[in-house]
């Protein structure tokens, strides 16, 4: 598969209380997405809204979020206009905004549209949400690691182990809102797995490192446990 690299990506995070999801549901399809469907192929590739389910790892005391919008953009220079016509938007009033930001594709690491043999598969994939935070001074290490490691590895497992549907890496490059009640982060990665990921993910991983890198799963993850944290990692579905 080809990585979709120097492609940038507007993401919006935010908190919305639980007895309030459903009518957030109800204003998306009413204010939201109308603007999103109005901008496709003009500004926006394609968008996805990630909804929590399951929180599986968590660094820190900080509350949780639960809803993501992911936005592709046609190009970097859309993404002023299309935030400026998105805060016009009336606000929902219980949504508590806690980051806005524009990303970009890791190179060689980015595999968001699906081969097709792995797109026949009746059973929806869980998402897998990944808010990473690399340490400054490790940033160009981790993307080092990312683009002739884990990325060539995931593209292994997409191609020829197809139990993951799609990988997103995504790296920070401006961030335009952050409450200051949540915790910092610079990386994005959402995973598409099928379940019987967890099973396979060592060996297969390992055999992909080993392909791209050398290097053994054991060291690639020592080495990353080093240099950055799982800020929050959340199993979720895509509305």
């Known amino acids: 598969m080809k990585s979709l690299d120097n492609t940038y990506y507007i993401a919006l995070s935010f908190h919305i209380p639980k007895p309030k999801l459903k009518a957030y549901h109800e ?7 109308p603007v999103y469907m109005r901008n496709m192929n003009e500004s926006i590739t394609t968008y996805n809204i990630y909804t929590h389910k399951l929180t599986t790892e968590k660094h820190g005391e900080f509350p949780l979020w639960n809803m993501l919008h992911v936005i592709q953009l046609q190009n970097r220079d859309l993404a002023a206009p299309l935030m400026s016509e998105l805060n016009q938007i009336q606000p929902f009033p219980d949504a508590i ?14 595999f968001p549209v699906q081969n097709q043999q792995t797109r026949r598969r009746w059973l929806k994939p869980l998402q897998v949400v990944e808010h990473v935070d690399v340490q400054q001074d490790s940033l160009e290490e981790f993307r080092n690691i990312m683009i002739h490691g884990n990325g060539p590895a995931m593209n292994f497992i997409l191609s020829e182990r197809k ?26 990665h959402i995973i598409a797995l099928y ?16 392909q791209a890198s050398g290097a053994s799963f054991e060291e690639n993850m020592d080495r990353l446990k080093q240099i950055r944290t799982m800020r929050y990692k959340s199993v979720s579905s895509l509305l």
């Open 27 to 33: 204003y998306l399809n009413t204010h939201v997405i």
């Open 97 to 110: 905004i806690v980051r806005q930001e524009l990303l970009v594709s890791t190179p060689s690491s980015n």
């Open 163 to 188: 139990w993951c549907h799609s990988f997103y890496a995504l790296e920070t490059e401006e961030v335009w809102t952050h409450h200051p009640d949540y915790p910092e982060w610079n990386q994005l």
């Open 195 to 210: 379940p019987e990921a967890p099973f396979l993910y060592k060996k297969d991983f390992g055999r992909g490192l080993a």
